[in-house]
């Protein structure tokens, strides 16, 4: 039996600089699967990723391998340098063959249904990060985050021009930008010292159904001040900010071996919605 990947239309083009295309698993000039590529640009480099990936017919007959690792020769004649894959918590088989083929699990998407604003804890008030400190923050935050993406199994390189990427789509009017909460946790008894940040993204995307998703961009502590509890507050507060704007489902991400921030947000109620896996090509 014959096994061959097929065009099922055209490429075209991304808003990310790469393209994408929609292709068919045929066995034996018979459709049994589908699958989609897609390369998005980051700095010099293109990303590739693996979406939409489906068997049919035939399941257990190693077609979805053959389909991942010809999709993955697809990307490289594209000229990507990875691939990404995101897979839903509730598929463990494409898990496990996303294991098999030496994808590493980089990070995973959490979400929770949000019902009643909660209280933040006495002592604690929370401000707008102003215009005026925003390029100091957010210089931070960056650095912050390339060591995380490094640490997930990017390379400098990569992870530096993810960060620059993500950071201008989603500040495109810097504290101006509709749509964004910035807040600093400030003591209740007016010192200065900043006890943490929070920056949400009240619209990111709409869920399948339409409904809007809130996401959390970073919720970080102070140095002086870990291990207080302030990361539940910052979440706490993320959570009354969405439920003022009228958002009721928020989600964020978490790299995968950050084991405190895992505990964390599985006691304040967040499900694993996907799991990231990633690897270089």
Known sequence: MTTTLRPEGPE??????????????????HQVGALRTTSARHGHQLWGEISELEITEGRGRGRGT?????????????????????VPESAPIARS????????????NLGKSLTTAPALPAGVTARPIAATELPAWLDRAAENYV???MGSGLSEEQARAKSRLDHQNMLQQG???PGVALRRLYGADGAPETLGSLWLDLHLRD???GTPLAWVMVVEVSPAHRGRGH???LMLL????????GVRELGLNVFSGNEVALRLYASLGYRIVNRCYGKQL
């Open 12 to 29: 075209t083009p991304t808003t990310a600089g790469g393209r994408t295309r929609r292709w068919r698993i045929l066995a034996n000039g």
């Open 66 to 86: 053959f389909g991942a690792l010809a999709a993955e020769e697809v990307l490289r004649n594209w000229g990507c340098t990875r691939v990404d894959v995101v």
């Open 97 to 108: 063959l996303a294991a098999t083929l030496g994808y590493t699990e980089r990070m995973r």
């Open 147 to 149: 060591a995380s993406l």
């Open 175 to 177: 504290a101006d930008t």
């Open 207 to 209: 869920l399948p159904d």
């Open 231 to 233: 990361g539940r507050t």
């Open 238 to 245: 993320a959570e009354q900010e969405c439920l003022a704007a």
